[in-house]
């Protein structure tokens, strides 16, 4: 017959008494409902160093210690939780004092044994609840984010309809108005002057609706996570993008790429938007796209610099923000939605994305993707450029789709 496996729990002990960390790791090995991966750390620095590099999902933290009270350790884990997953505490003392539970629950800890009166039950319990709380918090939060993002892109909606679709409106009203003058008048050369620019409007306001339409798109219902090789994902942007490419005798060169739990439509968009940019604000040289990526333990971070004119250091704070664009970048087409698009997507993925840029001297677009130990590391393709990717596809049409900073 065979045993199902338990779920198992990671617990960091903070105690420098050795006998006491023995007692709690018994008591651990015990439950038959869950399997515990016990860690022990001896002082309180040593907690706080393996809280940052082994992460823990709860500690067991004895109130004294040789180097601080758990106190000051809850304290000093603070600045460390605004980076890592909030690591959940059950603080431990050896004489039962309510001053002392009162102070470690308002400095974070999630409860509060006396080692005299440590069961089995009572330990696994206040770890258990310990982790479901924080966990529950988290979630709160992150929903509280959420909110808060979806109330930001409605006030921004608010202000694309009544601004900037306002006025291609206002434009074409102005021009349906003077082509009835025009027309009584049989002044038709002027009829055709201002026959195309009200399709300049029309067409302007396509733009916007249609970008609006590819936004809302990102944000629509979540859909389960899949493992997606990134190899495969910018083989697709690249085509997708292969006119232009061509057109501007771009190349795209790219280092192997990892695999990552995800949504291959939405990271398609995100590559196939930053490679887009990166042509289109090109410098005097043929573009050159650069893709290079670094794995650690916790993430994924893809790079993507260019050659390009480069962002002004006073538009870096916007440059993400929807429908907004760089006054450098106002000759160019589009309406400011590619790069609005490109951070919905990776902070979706549970990432971020962020820019270093110098003008005249291109742009580095770097996102991050989690990592996880489940998803296989792709299979290694050489370092070598895209160019049979886009030459494959020389005559294919652009994408319609393709976004615009």
Known sequence: MTVPDLPTTRVLIVDDNPEDREVFRRLFRRSAERRYEVLEAASGAQGLQMCGSELPECVLLDYKLPDMDGLEFLTRLAPLDRQHPIVPVVMITGVGNEDVAVRAMKSGAQDYLVKDGVTQASLQRAVQNAIERVSLNRRLEEQRRELQRSNRELQQFAFIISHDLKQPLATIKYNLHLLQRLAHERRTSEVDEVASAGMESVARMLELMN??????????????????????????AVTNVSAVISQHGARVEADPLPMVLGHASGLTQLFQNLIDNAIKYRGSAAPLIRITTQ???????????????????????????????????????????????????????????????????????????????????????????LADTTEAAHHAAPDPQSARR
Request: with cysteine; charged share 20%.
């Open 211 to 236: 970008d609006v339409l590819e936004f809302s798109k990102v944000g629509g219902a979540d859909a389960a996570l899949e493992p997606v090789d990134l190899n495969s994902v910018l083989h697709e």
């Open 295 to 385: 794995s650690g333990p916790r993430a994924h971070q893809i790079t993507i610099a260019d050659n390009g004119i480069g962002i002004e250091p006073k538009d870096m704070e916007c440059i993400f923000d929807a429908f907004q664009r760089p006054r450098r970048h106002s000759d160019f087409p589009g309406t400011g939605i590619g790069l609005c698009i490109c951070k919905k997507v990776v902070e979706r993925h549970g990432g971020r994305i962020w820019v270093e840029s110098q003008p005249g001297a291109g742009s580095r677009f770097h996102f991050s993707l989690p990592a996880d130990a489940a998803v296989s590391a792709a299979p290694p393709s050489a370092n070598a450029p």
